[in-house]
């Protein structure tokens, strides 16, 4: 007579299915394009443009890694344009690993003129989600006008060399 030895359940670790994400995450990181000389202002960068009011706010975006930098600083450039009275200001808010972050001021341009938008994330990651907007003031976000993504890539092909 035989005897059966019952079968060993074959488990998974829980956790091997998220190293193997965090891992494939990194990979799809460090193999991100980043931008030439040929990306920045001079070159093509990647145009952004919002408004609220009397007031409009449009440069580029661009990223760059400079030598041993793990992931690329993220340069965003442009201006604030307010064409009547009162105050406007560009607002900048991060989410960082899925962590929101309150927004901060950029600019203020009160009454008619110009004035140059700059501002330099230094580290980049593939978690990392940006917005810009212009808000009536210069105190608060309660009145603002659409916000412009400052982490959404345009897609553009490449033909390989034969």
């Not at 359940?9 to 891992?23: E, I």
């Not at 001021?105 to 008619?112: D, E, F, H, L």
Request: glycine fraction near 12%.
């Amino acid at each position: 007579m035989r005897t059966c030895t019952p079968r060993r359940r074959l488990t998974r670790n829980p956790g091997t299915g998220l190293a193997v994400l965090v891992a494939a995450a990194g990979v799809i990181a460090l193999t991100q394009p980043t931008a030439t000389a040929a990306d920045t202002p001079a070159g093509k960068g990647v145009p952004w443009s919002t408004h609220h009011g009397t007031a409009t706010a449009s440069g580029t975006r661009w990223t760059e890694r400079g030598d041993g930098q793990l992931f690329p600083a993220l340069t965003v450039r442009g201006e604030l344009k307010n064409t009547g009275t009162g105050c406007y200001s560009v607002w900048i808010q991060w989410t960082h690993d899925f962590a929101g972050t309150p927004p901060h001021k950029n600019v203020t341009q009160c009454g008619p003129g110009t004035t140059p938008v700059e501002y330099r994330l230094p580290s980049y990651t593939l978690t990392t989600t940006g917005s810009l907007f212009v808000c009536k003031g210069d105190k608060d976000t309660n009145d603002c006008g659409p916000r412009e993504s400052l982490t959404t890539w345009p897609l553009t092909s490449r033909t390989r060399a034969q």
